[in-house]
């Protein structure tokens, strides 16, 4: 009987012959945290009294959420983690390199490693072809002492992808849709798995950003093949060396499959105050938008940013509606201001925010106000979410969000593209 | 914890899809290296009035896909300081339900349709059985695997850890 992609992974790490269902202890290669779960794992690392940090495992602290920090408070978290990272000789990504996921897919996961991170968008590196996974601050205090964890191995629900994505509907809209179909707790506990004869039509930064939102039907990880594309992603970034294929065997055994013909999706929105709460854009014409917010670890990437600069290009924004745009890393925003892309976005009135996660958690730069409505390209809603318990948060992809800025409303973007 | 015990408490009952951003929003991460100050929060975004009503013992009784969200361990943890002693819900979110087990907060997974708000509860963690002394009537909660089970015996992973030294399936 063959293997699903976290079979695989989770066999490969644990040394035994993991099947769905199956509890296994398996080894670590990448272990992460943020400045908003890390204060508490150093915490719990020191309480463990271990002298050093597990030496199979490479670790990282990221000082994203609140970058550059807001409050003394914080502040003094930013203190604890740099000092925390003197110490234990881990890598350190300080304010303004860019947000965890961002920097993980750029620069640290491997295809077929197992990562874990103080972060429920850790999944985003499933993107890559790593089985990765968030979770709590104690989980990964301990993953550093040891260098392990235990896992239970996920069923995974296949979804098989037919037909490409055209024009202005992208990886968002595929996402958004998936989770409108099976709902926000449709796969907990489970695998989503990406395959099918169109993934290969999928870029990395699409791949990361259905990844990344895995989390948000319960999924333990997104997991895509590693392929051509992949090396191709890993040539780009200069770790060709950190390419290997991986793919799930012909005869793996899944608990369902999903079909989705890419090519009939539609730019797809979710309205307040769940993910699966699913509309298509065009449907919620009229719906007034106060601010529009791109970037994230959903979709802060330099494809992101070139589809909202291609609209937003000569354009202005609606007098009604702030544009806040954030690109992810300092790579992407390097990039996107090389490509013209900042200009662009800035010329049609957009503000540019240092990478990082700031608003897309309501933690600070673009905070709502009362009765507000935001689009975001970001990936949660929940009511309270964007820093505000009376404001509605819609979320779609950069497309969506740059169209809704133009005329301030939700719009569909295939109108400007 | 002692999961011989029987807990015993009032049921404190919320709907579904109750997030972690309901439980403790992200707007309040500059509280998260103060846990007295961010426990005053606890659940203020689904029932403000929720911090001063709960006392020790007592349930948080829920819906389908409790603590979806954020990884961030602060929701069980201020959960726990404010005195609860379990989580009953139909369903609860993957990381949470992680998160609660290694704080030494047990999560109890069962059709909380028969509990209404402010009905007097009893758990009886080692027979599995949850009874309404209010409203009458058992109801039974789905076994944890066996790690899980005794992380919560030794009151969580770091107390586990400290024990074994590393895990043991």
Known sequence: ?417 | METGRLLRGRAFKFGDSISTDHIIPGRYAYLRSNLPELAKHVLEGADPTFVSRVGEGDFVVAGSNFGLGSSREHAPLVIKMAGVSAIIAKSVARIFFRNAINLGLPVLICDTDGINDGDEVEVDLKAGTISNLTAGGQLTFSPLPDVMLAILEEGGLLPYIEKYGDFKL
């Not at chain 1, 495992?57 to 930013?78: G, I, T, Y």
């Not at chain 1, 298509?280 to 600069?309: F, S, W």
Request: aromatic share 6%.
């Open chain 1, 1 to 417: 009987m063959g293997k699903t992609l976290a079979e695989k992974i989770l066999s490969d790490k644990s040394g035994v012959d993991a099947r769905a269902g199956d509890i296994v202890v398996a080894s670590v290669d990448l272990a992460f945290v943020q400045d908003t779960t890390g204060p508490l794992t150093v915490k719990q690392f020191r309480a463990t009294g271990s002298q050093g940090i597990c030496g199979s495992l490479r670790a990282a602290v990221f000082l994203d959420h609140a970058a550059p920090s807001p409050n003394q408070e914080l502040s003094n978290d930013h203190i604890l983690l740099r000092s925390f990272a003197r110490d234990t000789d881990c890598l350190i990504y300080d304010v303004g390199d860019g947000v965890c996921h961002q920097i993980v897919a750029e620069s640290l996961a491997r295809p077929g490693e197992l990562v874990v991170g103080a972060d429920s968008h850790t999944v985003t590196a499933g993107g890559l072809g790593a089985f990765a996974c968030g979770m709590g601050s104690t989980d990964v205090a301990v993953v550093l002492q040891l260098g392990k964890t235990w896992f239970r191995v996920p069923e995974s629900i296949r979804v098989s992808v037919t037909g490409q994505l055209t024009g202005a509907v992208s990886g968002k809209d595929f996402i958004l849709h998936l989770i409108g179909l099976i709902g926000a707790d449709g796969a907990t506990y489970k695998a989503l798995e990406f395959g099918g004869s169109a993934v290969d039509q999928m870029s990395i930064s699409q791949r990361l950003t259905v990844a990344n939102m895995a989390v948000e039907a319960g999924a333990k990880a997104g997991l895509f093949p590693s392929d051509g594309v992949t090396r191709e992603y890993l040539v780009e970034q200069g770790r060709e060396e950190d390419y290997r294929p991986l793919a799930p065997d012909v005869d793996a055994v899944y608990e369902r499959t999903i079909e989705i013909d890419a090519s009939r999706l539609e730019p797809t929105v979710a309205r307040p105050h769940t993910v699966d709460n699913t509309a298509l854009a065009r449907e919620l014409k009229g719906i007034k938008i106060q601010q529009v917010y791109i970037g994230t670890c959903t979709n802060g990437r330099l494809e992101d940013m070139a589809a909202a600069a291609r609209i937003l290009k000569g354009r202005q924004r609606h007098p009604q509606t702030r544009v806040v745009v954030a690109p992810a890393s300092r790579r992407v925003l390097l990039k996107a201001i090389s490509a013209g892309y900042i200009e662009d976005m800035l010329r049609a009135g957009a503000v540019v925010l240092p990478p990082g996660c700031g608003a897309c958690l309501g933690l600070h730069q673009g905070v709502l106000g009362d009765g507000e409505n935001c689009l975001t390209t970001a990936n949660r809603n929940f009511e309270g979410r964007m820093g505000n318990p009376k404001a509605f948060v819609y979320l779609g992809s950069p497309a969506t969000a740059a169209a809704s800025a133009i005329t301030g409303e939700i719009t569909d973007p295939r109108e400007f593209w």
